[in-house]
C-alpha cells in the first residue's frame, strides 16, 4: 500500500505518478526533485511500467504518517505489466537499507484511510520477488543509535554496541546485542538477547527478549530496559512500507550472516 498525494483518485498516468511523488514525499527526504517516479502507458488500464527509485531517500522516521489501512470501499485503479520499487540504499537513521520489489502483471485499486486520505492498494500480481537486505554494520550502528537514545535519558553515555545474528530457522533469527555503557566513573556491559521472525505477511515478531546485565550498573540499566522490552515482547508489527494487500507472498527466507536478508517470491 502506498499513501498518494492530494485529495482525489488519479485519473492518468501523469496524474498517478505526481500523486505517488507527492505521497513519498510526505515519507521520505529526496535527494531530488523528481522523486524517482516513473509511471509509462496510454492510460491506467494498460500501463506499461511503474518504476519508483528511492536510492538515496532518507525516512522522515519523526513524521512518518501511520501504517496505511483502508476503509474497504475499494476500486479498481490501474494495471501494469512491469512493476519495480528499489532503493540501493534507503537510508533509515544511520543506516542504509538496500531494497528492489518487482512485479509482473500487477493490477492495483484505490482506497481511503480512515480520515479520508487516498491509498493505492496492491489488488494482485501474475508473478514476482521482493528482496530486503542491510550490512552487519549498519545494523550494528541501529543498536548504537537506539541504544545512546535511551542511555541519554538516564545521563549515561554508551561507547559501544555490537550485534550478533545466527540462523534458527528460514524464518528466524536469534540476535544478541552487546551495549557498553558508563554513567560517571561506573562503567557496565549489558546483553539483549531474542528472536526475530518474519511471517508471509510481513509481519515482524521479536519473542524471547531479556536483558542481562554485569555489576550493579548493568543490573539497573536493565531493571530501566525491561518494562520496555515486555512491550514489545510477541507484539508483531508489519513492514508497512511493503504491505502487500491482495498479494501473496511464497518461498519467504530470512537469511543471517555478513548482512539480515530477507526474500520472497509473491503471486496471487
Not at 531517500?57 to 475499494?74: D, H, K, Q, V
Not at 490501474?78 to 518487482?102: K, M, N, S, Y
Not at 505477511?201 to 542481562?212: E, K, P, Y
Request: hydrophobic fraction near 40%.
Amino acid at each position: 500500500m502506498f499513501y498518494l498525494g492530494g485529495t482525489e483518485f488519479p485519473q492518468t498516468p501523469a496524474e498517478l505518478a505526481q500523486a505517488l511523488i507527492e505521497g513519498f514525499k510526505s515519507a521520505f527526504i529526496w535527494p531530488g526533485e523528481s522523486a524517482g517516479v516513473r509511471v509509462e502507458g496510454s492510460s491506467l488500464e494498460a500501463l506499461n511500467e511503474i518504476r519508483i527509485d528511492l536510492t538515496g531517500a532518507s525516512a522522515r522516521l519523526g513524521a512518518m504518517l501511520p501504517p496505511p489501512r483502508g476503509t474497504g470501499a475499494r476500486k479498481h485503479a490501474a494495471d501494469v505489466e512491469q512493476f519495480r520499487i528499489e532503493a540501493h540504499p534507503l537510508r533509515v537513521e544511520t543506516a542504509g537499507v538496500d531494497l528492489t520489489l518487482e512485479g509482473q502483471g500487477v493490477s492495483f485499486d484505490y482506497d481511503r484511510d480512515d480520515v479520508g486520505e487516498p491509498l493505492l492498494l496492491f489488488a494482485s500480481a501474475r508473478s514476482g520477488n521482493v528482496a530486503i537486505e542491510i550490512s552487519k554494520s549498519d545494523l550494528d550502528q541501529l543498536v548504537l543509535a537506539a541504544a545512546k537514545a535511551g542511555a541519554s535519558r538516564q545521563g549515561a553515555q554508551i561507547q559501544k554496541a555490537s550485534l550478533s545474528l545466527s540462523q534458527l530457522d528460514p524464518t528466524t533469527i536469534a540476535f544478541s546485542a552487546n551495549v557498553t555503557a558508563k554513567k560517571a566513573i561506573m562503567s557496565a556491559t549489558i546483553v539483549i538477547e531474542g528472536k526475530l521472525s518474519i511471517d508471509s505477511s510481513l509481519n515482524v515478531t521479536v519473542s524471547d527478549l531479556s536483558c542481562t546485565g554485569q555489576g550493579m550498573m548493568g543490573n539497573m540499566a536493565c531493571g530501566f530496559i525491561r518494562p520496555h522490552l515486555e512491550k514489545i515482547n510477541n507484539q508483531p508489527f508489519s513492514l508497512a512500507s511493503l504491505s502487500l494487500g491482495g498479494v501473496r507472498l511464497h518461498d519467504l527466507r530470512v537469511t543471517a550472516g555478513e548482512s539480515l536478508r530477507i526474500t520472497a517470491a509473491l503471486g496471487s
